[in-house]
C-alpha cells in the first residue's frame, strides 16, 4: 500500500499508482475528501483494502472517505456497507472529472518517486480462471497514441527523469484502435518523439503477446531499461492450461532465452501463483525449477485464494497451509537466485536513478541505498560495496 497523495491512498498494481496521481489532482481542491484507490486481485488485498478504510476513518473522522478501484466494483455491496465509507466511485468513472464534481480536468503533476506512471491500456480480454480483474476493469480499451504522446511529453517537461508504461494487460495495447498497432509501435513513436528520453521502463507483460518489433527493442534499445517482468503465473503445463493461460512452459523458456542472449544484463521478473487447485507436489516442484532455470530475480508470488465467481474457485481446492508452504518455498527461490544476482554488482559501477527514499534502482531494477545529500530525480554513479538485506550498498 502506498500513498500518492496526501488524500489518496493506493494499493495494488502500478495501474492504480498512475491513476491514483490522476485522481489526486481531480481532489487537491477538497482537503476534506480521502480516496482509497482499492485492489481485489486476491482475498489478502480485499482485506487491505478495508484495513485501510478503518485506519483512514480513524485518522480522518471528519472527512469525507470515498472508495474507488476494483475492489469497489468486485465488492460494491460489502464496501459501500461499512460505516466508514460515505460513497463508492465507480472503477470506469474514477479518471472522469465528473464522479468527482470537477468541471475542468487537471493536468496531474504528481509522480511515484521520480518515475512518472503512464497508463496506456486498462481492462482484458482474457479469461483466466483465477481471475476476478476483468469484472473490476472491464474489457480491453487503449489510449490512443497521440493521447499517450500528449501525456508523456507534460511528464518530461516537468522533468521525470524515467517514464514507466503500465497497462492492465499492457501487450495488448493497440487492437482496438485503427490499423491494430502493437506495443512495439508504441514503444517506437515514444523514442523517437523524445530524444531526450532516456529511460524507458515497461510493467508487467504477458510474454506470448510481445510482437516482433517490441521483442527487437528490448534485445537492442539501450533507452528501454534491462528488466522485464512476465507474466507467466505458473511452471507447469498441465496447471497453465487449467488456468486458461496462452502460453507453454517452453514459450516462457524461449523468450527468456532468446532476449538473454541478445542482452546479458537483462533481468527478469515474473508473477507466480502458489497453491492454484488441482496443483499437486510435482506441479509445485515444476513452479520453483522455473525460477532457477529463467534466474528470476524479482518475484511476485501470490498464494492462490479463491475468488468468487471465478471458474477456479469451482475446482478442487488446495489446502491453506499447503498453499502457504509453498508460497514461502517459491518466495525463497526467488531470494537466493536474488541474492547470488546482487553479489555479483559489488565492486561494479552501478548507474542509479535517485528516488525521495535514500536509495535507487539501477536499469535493472536492483535497490541501492544511496549517499546522504543525493538529489531526487538524479542520476548517479555508484560502486557498491555490500549488500545489506537485499538492497546493496
Given amino acids: ?27 487537491a481542491g477538497d482537503p476534506e475528501v480521502v480516496v482509497v484507490n482499492s485492489c481485489a486481485v486476491t482475498s489478502e488485498a480485499v ?37 466508514e465509507v460515505d460513497g463508492i466511485i465507480a472503477n470506469a468513472a474514477k479518471l472522469d472529472p465528473r464522479a468527482w464534481n470537477v468541471p475542468h480536468p487537471p493536468i496531474s503533476t504528481a509522480r511515484s518517486g521520480t518515475r512518472a506512471f503512464v497508463a496506456v491500456q486498462n481492462g482484458c480480454d482474457h479469461a483466466c480462471t483465477f481471475c476476478i480483474i476483468p469484472a473490476g476493469r472491464g474489457p480491453s480499451r487503449s489510449q ?5 504522446l500528449r501525456e508523456v511529453e507534460q511528464h518530461l517537461a516537468l522533468g521525470a ?15 482496438d484502435l485503427p490499423g491494430t498497432p502493437r506495443l512495439g509501435a508504441l514503444v517506437a513513436a515514444l523514442l523517437h518523439a523524445f530524444p531526450s528520453l532516456s529511460r524507458l521502463r515497461l510493467s508487467s507483460l504477458d510474454g506470448i503477446e510481445i510482437d516482433e518489433q517490441l521483442a527487437e527493442q528490448i534485445a537492442g534499445e539501450p ?5 522485464i517482468h512476465l ?21 516462457a523458456v524461449r523468450l527468456v532465452e532468446r532476449l538473454r542472449a541478445a ?10 501463483i502458489a497453491g492454484f487447485p488441482t496443483e499437486e507436489e510435482a506441479m509445485h516442484q515444476a513452479n520453483l525449477s522455473l525460477i532457477r532455470e529463467l534466474a528470476l530475480v524479482h518475484g511476485h508470488i501470490f498464494p492462490y485464494s479463491p475468488r468468487p465467481g471465478t471458474p477456479a474457485a469451482r475446482m478442487p481446492q488446495v489446502p491453506p497451509d499447503t498453499i502457504r508452504r509453498r508460497a514461502s518455498e517459491l518466495r525463497a527461490a526467488v531470494s537466493e537466485v536474488r541474492r547470488r544476482w546482487l553479489e555479483e554488482k559489488l565492486g561494479r559501477p552501478q548507474t542509479v536513478l535517485a528516488e525521495r527514499d535514500g536509495c535507487g534502482y539501477t536499469p535493472d531494477f536492483a535497490r541501492i541505498a544511496l549517499p546522504g545529500g543525493t538529489a531526487a530525480g538524479t542520476i548517479t554513479q555508484l560502486t557498491p560495496t555490500q549488500l545489506d538485506r537485499g538492497i546493496l550498498a
Fill in 263 to 272: 542482452r546479458p544484463e537483462i533481468a527478469f521478473g515474473a508473477d507466480l
Fill in 47 to 83: 482485506r487491505q483494502t478495508r484495513q485501510a478504510i478503518r485506519r483512514l476513518r480513524r485518522e480522518r473522522p471528519a472527512a469525507r472517505l470515498l472508495v474507488t478501484g476494483c475492489a469497489a466494483e468486485t465488492e460494491r455491496a460489502s464496501l459501500s456497507g461499512m460505516p
Fill in 144 to 148: 490512443p497514441l497521440g493521447a499517450v
Fill in 1 to 27: 500500500m502506498s500513498v500518492a497523495a496526501t488524500q489518496v491512498v493506493t494499493l495494488g498494481c502500478r495501474m492504480n499508482l498512475a491513476e491514483s496521481a490522476q485522481i489526486a489532482a481531480l481532489v
Fill in 161 to 175: 527523469p524515467e517514464i514507466v508504461l503500465t497497462g492492465v494487460d499492457l501487450t495488448s495495447w493497440g487492437h
Fill in 223 to 227: 533507452r528501454i531499461m534491462p528488466h
Fill in 231 to 251: 507474466s507467466l503465473q505458473h511452471g507447469d503445463d498441465l496447471i497453465l492450461k487449467r488456468m486458461k493461460r496462452r502460453h507453454l512452459r517452453a514459450d
